[in-house]
């Protein structure tokens, strides 16, 4: 039986954190099978050393919670179980991932991940719609790899429309590859976890992988690939057309994209939010959602969605 103590910096906030009648932790003892109490100033957990780590990380991120907002909301407490208990669920339920990095090995944490992962395996066309953090490219971009290590494809492509946050990306300097780059830099940075370095050289010089800007497609069709496409809700419709028709005989894609995070012109429509209501209806399509409690990133990352979420009144009303 392992044993861990976390301090409470302020007594009187163990009622809120503990939940009327323990409910929090209660929640927290089902889900993990550990046992939780309070006594001295601290709260105590024991139980399987891997479980205990995970109840004193949702303990901790509840309490950082408590202390910024003064009350924890209903939901609180599963988004950070189902945020932290991913190692544990996942040790018999979630498929690993193989890639080209030595010794690394990639798992879906979230029931949301499962879910995505199961798509890509399943359907020939996927669209991952999701907030940032949520492991859309990072996911897809792992399933490529580990297709192309079973040579299961000959080639994937990674695709990204250039299309400016609130900046010109004519006055950014050099010539048009180093304007590009910036853009391509998030798939080139999750490729590089998951393909040794020598590896990556090779299979860019050889064009086995290509990381391209969405204007690259046009006139191509690929056989053998996999191909993602990531920011896709910065496409219009007739470019979301052009990439989706680039599809060969034995090839899978990937689309994902934030729809709360459209950087187009207000008078044009996103491709992606057009392109989910064309094709739902289309045999080995599939539409995967993701949302906050998807979010594997820094724990505040899933507060600030939710903060942008919240009406203006409502924020408004809690301050």
């Known amino acids: 039986m392992f044993q861990h103590s976390v301090s409470v910096i302020d007594p009187e906030s163990l009622l809120p954190l503990f939940g009327a009648r323990d ?24 139980g399987d050393k891997l479980a205990v780590r995970l109840a004193t990380e949702v303990i901790e991120q509840l309490q950082g919670q408590l202390n910024r907002r003064g009350t924890l909301f209903p939901d609180d407490v599963s988004h950070a179980l189902a945020h932290v208990s991913g190692d544990l669920n996942n040790a018999g339920k979630s498929p690993v991932i193989e890639v080209m990095q030595a010794g690394r090995q990639i798992r879906p944490k979230t029931p949301g991940q499962r879910s995505y992962v199961e798509a890509i395996e399943q359907h020939e066309l996927v669209f991952a719609i999701g907030p940032a953090g949520t492991g859309k490219t990072f996911l897809a971009v792992a399933m490529a790899v580990s297709a192309l290590r079973r040579e299961e494809i000959r080639k994937i492509v990674l695709v990204r429309p250039a299309v400016e946050a609130g900046e010109s990306l004519g006055y950014l300097p050099g010539d048009i590859q180093a304007k590009i780059n910036p853009y391509l830099r998030p798939l080139l940075d999750a490729l590089r976890e998951m393909i040794d370095y020598d590896q990556f050289q090779r299979y860019s010089q050889q064009d086995v992988i290509e990381v391209i800007p969405l204007a690259y497609m046009r006139g191509r069709t690929l056989n053998d690939a996999f191909i993602i496409l ?18 060969g005989m034995n090839s899978k894609i990937v689309v994902a994209g934030d729809v709360t995070q459209i950087d187009l012109q207000r008078n044009q429509k996103s491709g992606l939010v057009d392109a989910v209501a064309r094709l739902r209806h289309l045999e080995g399509f599939c539409r995967v959602e993701l949302n906050e409690r998807d979010i594997v990133r820094h724990r505040l990352v899933q507060d600030i969605v939710r903060a942008y979420e919240e009406k203006p009144n409502a924020r408004r009303g809690k301050g």
């Open 23 to 46: 409910q929090h932790v209660r929640q927290i003892r089902d889900s993990l099978g550990v046992d939780v109490t309070a006594r001295d100033g601290k709260i105590h957990i024991a």
């Open 230 to 247: 990531d920011e896709a809700q910065n496409t219009t419709v007739s470019q979301m057309k052009m990439f989706l028709t680039r599809m």
